[in-house]
């Protein structure tokens, strides 16, 4: 079985992976990180370079050869994955892989992502806080459909990475 992580940016998924593969022995496959290595680019990159449409159609296409290929693994998704194009039905397909939405408020959210925006080239060009928590909550709406079509939804507020994996592990084993 596979553990797929989803949510929105700054939701933790890439953390709670990394506690996850060490709580158990799993290997974490960061898409993200996927992505970077086969392209060769950071993702800011390819984002600037060739635009969100090309990162989109290659996103869908390694999501799919991880999902074929991993098997009892833990994977991070994008924070747009589950959105774009028949992805949260690839993930979804193989039933033994076992989908958690990492739900995270828009203030927790807004107040994590503010000064981290220059590494997130989706709220780079955000100026202030407010228009931020706009843009965040604008997203979150848009995308709560797909997020929400996960198998187990986790709030993460007031949780610590070790109470939300040890959560994950609960819900599984």
Known sequence: ???????????????????????????????????????????????????????????????????????????????????????????????????????TSLEVLTNRLFNAREKRPVIAHIENRTLLHDFIRKHLFERSFYYNQADYKIHTDEKTADEISLEIESLLF
């Open 1 to 103: 079985m596979n553990i797929v992580l989803l949510g929105y940016m700054g939701s933790g998924k890439s953390l709670i992976g990394k506690k996850l593969s060490q709580r158990t022995e799993r290997p974490l496959l960061d898409l993200d990180v996927y992505i970077e290595e086969n392209e060769k680019k950071s993702i800011s990159s390819i984002f600037s370079e060739k635009g969100e449409i090309y990162f989109r159609k290659k996103e869908t296409f390694y999501l799919n050869q991880l999902l074929k290929t991993s098997k009892n693994a833990i994977i991070s998704l994008g924070g747009g994955t589950p959105c774009f194009g028949e992805n949260m039905k690839y993930i979804q397909e193989d039933l033994t892989n076992k989908s958690f939405y990492l739900q």
